[in-house]
T-cell receptor, first 114, second 112 residues
Framework: DTGVSQDPRHKITKRGQNVTFRCDPI?????LYWYRQTLGQGPEFLTY????????KSRLLSDRFSAERPKGSFSTLEIQRTEQGDSAMYLC????????????FGPGTRLTVL | QKEVEQNSGPLSVPEGAIASLNCTYS??????FFWYRQYSGKSPELIMF????GDKEDGRFTAQLNKASQYVSLLIRDSQPSDSATYLC????????????FGTGTSLTVIP
């Protein structure tokens, strides 16, 4: 158990629907990352936060994706108008600013878009 | 687009042997390099990271970095069946730990 939690663990939705995922990082961790992983691939960076500030966002990320971390604690990732290509495991990771390389991953949310 | 290349495998080694996993990267500006282990159906976990040329050892694991050749490897000594997993190589372009670029991973099977 790494201490990062994600909810829900599984989500099945129909194409065109909006979905929202939540990530609770390890309590003292300032940095929070979102990744997407499909079968046979490594995690793909989506975005990251330092406290409540979203500092980087992948250029490959569609405008249908948005993330927030309103109080510098938990974060949400929303996907609007889901497409079948959005089906993937969405991983959240957190780290300390002083140890930015030691990312701890959560269990992930598996999204299936029908 | 920064690329991280790994042989997808599968790589099979007998128990007790040395497993050698390799990774190359395209961006010469990459500063830090990471090895993660991912068991099937689980999330990645950090094994070790390296940012200086040469070797770094941690228990049965040794990471090797050659920036001139843009090459990083992971050696696992005395391989155990519990080491059977996918090993992900990742790189980071700077010293601030922002964007991490992952390879597709190498599947390792340790045969008892």
């Amino acid at each position: 158990d790494t201490g990062v939690s994600q909810d829900p663990r599984h989500k099945i939705t129909k194409r065109g629907q909006n979905v929202t995922f939540r990530c609770d990082p390890i309590s003292e961790h300032n940095r929070l990352y979102w990744y997407r992983q499909t079968l046979g691939q490594g995690p793909e960076f989506l975005t990251y936060f330092q406290n409540e500030a979203q500092l980087e966002k992948s250029r490959l990320l569609s405008d249908r994706f948005s993330a927030e971390r309103p109080k510098g604690s938990f974060s949400t990732l929303e996907i609007q108008r889901t497409e079948q290509g959005d089906s993937a495991m969405y991983l959240c990771a957190s780290s300390l600013i002083l140890s930015p390389f030691e990312q701890f991953f959560g269990p992930g949310t598996r999204l299936t878009v029908l | 687009q920064k690329e991280v290349e790994q042989n997808s495998g599968p790589l099979s080694v007998p128990e007790g042997a040395i497993a050698s996993l390799n990774c190359t990267y395209s961006d010469r500006g990459s500063q830090s390099f990471f090895w993660y282990r991912q068991y099937s159906g689980k999330s990645p976990e950090l094994i070790m990271f390296i940012y200086s040329n040469g070797d770094k050892e941690d228990g049965r694991f040794t990471a090797q970095l050659n920036k001139a050749s843009q090459y990083v490897s992971l050696l696992i000594r005395d391989s155990q069946p519990s080491d059977s997993a996918t090993y992900l190589c990742a790189v980071n372009e700077g010293n601030t730990g922002n964007q991490f670029y992952f390879g597709t991973g190498t599947s390792l099977t340790v045969i008892p």
